[in-house]
């Protein structure tokens, strides 16, 4: 069974825009992550949030976590065609393992 | 190329047939996972290795399913007696343990098609 679920499952904006996905999930976290995926390709790390984190940022992307209603958004500021994909949240929960327990995910896509 | 590496990257095959992909993990990766993914999900977690120990099987890892990992370097992941609902993408990640342990790198995955 999937930890998240993601809204919305499909995005179309312009290029330029920004687009913000949100993941919930359901049991206490150790950090959660999120990851892209270009279509039939594998899955490429963007950034990482532990639970005592609120925010986060690298480059275009922009995390928050709310551990309180277990939820989480990604931010990509002026997108690009090159960023339509899809995204997906993951998470590792408190109880020691180190598997990832992925969301269903958000297609993205950026129109030229 | 010094990542994650997946082979082959297509397999197809007749039910009831016996499968088996291999994963090279990051070189210093003690690290190496297991997971499948459908069409429109999100992976699901199959199985997990510190080096050569195999520490976690999720329920969805049937008995037809194995993984070894010998010597803590490749992995196989093998399927026996395939059936159509095993169709699906198969992909495998590594992650070093030490400060920063939870970033899986994904290889490029390998798509099963069982017909």
């Known amino acids: 069974s999937q930890q998240g679920e993601e809204d919305p499952q499909a995005l179309s904006i312009q290029e330029g825009e920004n687009a913000t996905m949100n993941c919930s999930y359901k049991?206490?976290?150790?950090?959660l992550q999120w990851y892209r995926q270009n279509s039939g390709r594998g899955l490429v790390h963007l950034i990482l949030?532990?639970?005592?984190?609120r925010e986060k940022h690298s480059g275009r992307l922009r995390v928050t976590l709310d551990t309180s209603k277990k939820s989480s958004s990604l931010l990509i500021t002026a997108s690009r065609a090159a960023d339509t994909a899809s995204y997906f949240c993951a998470t590792i929960t408190m109880d020691s393992s180190y598997k990832l327990i992925f969301g269903s995910g958000t297609r993205l896509l950026v129109r030229p | 190329d010094t990542g994650v590496s997946q082979n082959p990257r297509h397999k197809i095959t007749k039910r009831g047939q016996n499968v088996t992909f291999r994963c090279d993990p990051i070189?210093?990766?003690?690290?190496l996972y297991w997971y499948r993914q459908t069409l429109g999900q999100g992976p699901e977690f199959l199985t997990y290795?510190?080096?050569?120990?195999?520490?976690?099987k999720s329920r969805l890892l049937s008995d037809r399913f194995s993984a070894e990992r010998p010597k803590g370097s490749f992995s196989t992941l093998e399927i026996q007696r395939t059936e159509q609902g095993d169709s699906a993408m198969y992909l495998c990640a590594s992650s070093l343990r030490g400060i920063s342990t939870d970033t899986q790198y994904f290889g490029p995955g390998t798509r099963l098609t069982v017909l």
């Open positions: 290795f510190q080096n050569e120990a195999q520490l976690e």
């Open positions: 049991t206490s976290i150790n950090n």
């Open positions: 070189s210093e990766h003690n690290r």
């Open positions: 949030i532990r639970s005592n984190e």
